[in-house]
């Protein structure tokens, strides 16, 4: 897990408010696992975010449906990926160090998602804000 890590910037807005606010929350509860801490705080946190990767890819995966993106189903896969990434760092959680646990967070927002949302992400940006645009809502501040 050598791999380079990226922190929330504004490179990150699309534009696009439900997605960018729970793009941003979730490196947020990434940043939480900084610094000391106890086993159930980092449990109880690491327990909040896999609910809210959960969360985020199921309302972005409907996003998407109801705009028509055409890779869908290609997304879809990469959402099940990082999700089976999250079920595993909780299962071996138990076992591991609080530093091991507040790394392999890292490496999977501050890494893995980073990276798919300037690369899969950013490729649904134009449609999902034309359609946005074409019901009637306002663009994103």
């Given at each position: 897990m050598n791999e380079p890590l990226s922190e929330w910037s504004e490179r990150l807005v699309f534009g696009i408010d439900p997605i960018d606010a729970q793009h941003?929350?979730?490196f947020d509860l990434a940043a939480t696992f900084e610094g000391s801490g106890d086993e159930i705080r980092m449990m109880?946190?690491?327990?909040?975010?896999?609910?809210?990767?959960v969360e985020h890819l199921r309302e972005e995966e409907a996003l998407l449906e109801l705009c028509g993106y055409p890779k869908l189903e290609?997304?879809?896969?990469?959402?099940?990926?990082?999700?089976t990434m999250i079920v595993a760092l909780l299962e071996d959680a138990r076992q591991m160090?609080?530093?091991?646990?507040?790394?392999?967070?890292?490496y999977l927002i501050n890494g893995w998602f980073y990276d798919h949302i300037m690369?899969?992400?950013?490729d649904y940006v134009p449609l999902v804000r034309a359609h946005l645009a074409a019901a009637g809502e306002p663009p994103a501040e």
């Open positions: 941003k929350q979730l109880k946190t690491l327990a909040s975010l896999s609910n809210y990767v290609a997304h879809r896969e990469l959402h099940r990926r990082f999700r160090t609080l530093d091991e646990i507040a790394e392999r967070v890292h690369g899969a992400d950013l």
